[in-house]
């Protein structure tokens, strides 16, 4: 599976921002896409997770009611909808893949394929 993230930038408090996860590839269709993110000096941070076929999805605490994944199958394609943006919000966001669906889905060391990471800057 082939990820390629985009749509990062640099946008003002308050604001929003789409990103886009395209997935492709011989096996295109894992069972879990997440977002995970990570700003300078820290460790790598779930921000969300949807689960395919059924839709499920799932969020960190830190963006719960601010961020929302979606998805386009025709484009297989997810998406991640971060509104209300904060400047803690700033950090380097990439999308994960794993084909089967697993239980601890917010842990990065269980997902085998990766998106080259987009950049969100939000300033104060």
């Known amino acids: 599976v082939q990820l390629q993230a985009s749509g990062g930038g640099l946008v003002q408090a308050g604001g929003s921002l789409r990103l886009s996860c395209a997935a492709s590839?011989?096996?295109?269709?894992?069972?879990?896409i997440v977002w995970f993110r990570q700003a300078p000096g820290k460790e790598r941070e779930f921000v969300g997770a949807?689960?395919?076929?059924?839709?499920?999805?799932y969020y960190s605490d830190s963006v719960k009611g601010r961020f929302t994944i979606a998805r386009d199958n025709a484009k297989n394609t997810v998406y991640l909808q971060m509104n209300r943006l904060k400047p803690e919000d700033t950090a380097v966001y990439y999308c994960?893949?794993?084909?089967?669906?697993?239980?601890?889905?917010?842990?990065?060391?269980?997902?085998?394929?990766w998106g080259q990471g987009t950049q969100v800057t939000v300033s104060s």
């Open positions: 949807l689960r395919r076929p059924l839709g499920s999805t």
């Open positions: 590839g011989r096996t295109a269709s894992p069972s879990a």
């Open positions: 994960a893949a794993r084909i089967n669906w697993i239980v601890e889905y917010w842990a990065a060391r269980y997902y085998d394929y």
